[in-house]
T-cell receptor, first 118, second 115 residues
Framework: AQKVTQAQTEISVVEKEDVTLDCVYE???????LFWYKQPPSGELVFLIR??????QNEISGRYSWNFQKSTSSFNFTITASQVVDSAVYFC???????????????FGKGTKLSVIP | DAMVIQNPRYQVTQFGKPVTLSCSQT?????MYWYQQKSSQAPKLLFH???????NEADTPDNFQSRRPNTSFCFLDIRSPGLGDAAMYLC??????????????FGPGTRLTVT
């Protein structure tokens, strides 16, 4: 069975601080995909990144960076120099191999609510 | 530029009164999903369509139904809403790809209130 754990329920940081959101996953599949989504107060889930299980390269996109470590089953997300607009709930998600009918279920973590204080 | 559109954004219905939520997409994706998200929880998949093939999650109540008349549109019907059905309903789409790499694109959601 798959499982995604986001141990941090809520985090508050002061603007311009760096913050890391943790994500630990469990799967028995050797091929899988990991995702991060951002959900601002408006409610829409915004896709941030996808990473496959064979690519352990870290990725940086502007102020965002992701650290994928297969050895510890973790896919952590760091925001550098946080801004008020980063305030949102962030979800980590896992997708396994084809599970029928051409779609792939996303197993979501419970989310981490990030508040960036001006 | 809207890619996944949900209408209405806010819906109020009465206990037991049928309600329909709509979703449309301009991405021409094969798969459309409906999620229910309650306050401070992760989205929960209700069902999805792969083209015209409907796939219901095992624990989705019979009260929830869906229709997909064409590639662009998908509807969520709640036959007899209860107070426990008050939630945000999210529609998502994805393009079929092998190995699970297809990310899902979400609409802004419809917040349903049941009075």
């Amino acid at each position: 069975a798959q499982k995604v754990t986001q141990a941090q329920t809520e985090i508050s940081v002061v603007e311009k601080e760096d913050v890391t959101l943790d994500c630990v996953y469990e799967t028995r599949d050797t091929t899988y995909y990991l995702f991060w989504y951002k959900q601002p107060p408006s409610g829409e889930l915004v896709f941030l990144i996808r990473r496959n299980s064979f690519d352990e390269q870290n990725e940086i996109s502007g102020r965002y960076s992701w650290n994928f470590q297969k050895s510890t089953s973790s896919f952590n997300f760091t925001i550098t120099a946080s801004q008020v607009v980063d305030s949102a709930v962030y979800f980590c998600a896992l997708s396994d191999l084809y599970s029928g009918a051409g779609s792939y279920q996303l197993t979501f973590g419970k989310g981490t609510k990030l508040s960036v204080i001006p | 530029d809207a890619m996944v559109i949900q209408n209405p954004r806010y819906q109020v219905t009465q206990f037991g009164k049928p309600v329909t939520l709509s979703c449309s997409q301009t991405l021409n994706h094969n798969v459309m999903y409906w999620y229910q998200q309650k306050s401070s929880q992760a989205p929960k998949l209700l069902f999805h369509y792969y083209d015209k093939d409907f796939n219901n999650e095992a624990d989705t109540p019979d009260n929830f139904q869906s229709r997909r008349p064409n590639t662009s549109f998908c509807f969520l019907d709640i036959r007899s809403p209860g107070l426990g059905d008050a939630a945000m309903y999210l529609c998502a789409t994805s393009r079929v790809a092998t190995g699970g790499r297809n990310e899902q694109y979400f609409g802004p959601g419809t917040r349903l209130t049941v009075t």
